[in-house]
């Protein structure tokens, strides 16, 4: 008796080979990135400043709101920065280290959007100096970068690679805009409200 080689796969299909994530699941978040940046970036330019977009009572200046605001969402950003770790088992902790990072996210943004406002509409896209530049030009990366994570993470079967590079990367920016503003203004006129 001879057995047909073909005959037991013939019963049961063979597993659909793995499908990798298209092209567009990448490059639709990446145009959505860099039209945002650009979007900001051009309307900060031709945008004629204001000088001023808001202030709040109990501060001497808009600059002291900017740059408290702005300390609030680094600190924030932090908080994600260590919980993604817990989430990714590189840190330990709790189970609800994923609470935690969503909403010390929501809340970073929500502090940053404000502070964007103000960049944008009182003082506009400027580049007279090095550290302007790299705020400018940072400033806009992150909302564009956030716009990408956002996006990526309703994607299904991304790399595993991938989300933790863009937070970096939003992380990153951040930083630097942080960087470039709040401990700026707080080292020139000091630590005050």
């Excluded at 932090?78 to 929501?106: D, E, I, N, T």
């Excluded at 003082?123 to 716009?147: D, K, P």
Aim: charged fraction near 10%; proline fraction near 6%; include cysteine.
């Amino acid at each position: 008796m001879t057995v047909d080689p073909n005959a037991a796969t013939q019963d049961f299909p063979s597993p659909e080979p793995a499908r990798r994530p298209q092209a567009s699941r990448y490059l639709v978040p990446a145009l959505v990135a860099g039209a945002v940046a650009l979007a900001l970036g051009a309307y900060g330019k031709v945008h004629e400043p204001a000088g001023t977009a808001f202030n709040l009572a109990g501060f001497s200046s808009t600059g002291a709101v900017k740059s408290w605001l702005a300390t609030g969402a680094m600190g924030f950003a932090v908080v994600q920065f260590v919980s993604a770790l817990m989430v990714y088992g590189k840190l330990p902790g709790p189970s609800w280290a994923g609470v935690l990072h969503r909403w010390s996210g929501r809340v970073a943004f929500l502090a940053a959007v404000p502070v964007a406002v103000h960049c944008l509409y009182a003082l506009g896209y400027q580049t007279y100096e090095t550290r302007v530049l790299w705020h400018s030009l940072l400033g806009c990366f992150f909302f564009g970068a956030f716009s990408a994570k956002m996006l990526l993470l309703r994607s299904e079967r991304l790399p595993g690679w991938l989300l933790p590079i863009v937070g970096g990367l939003v992380f990153a920016a951040l930083t630097v805009v942080w960087l470039t503003s709040a401990l700026w203004f707080f080292r020139t006129f000091g630590v005050t409200t």
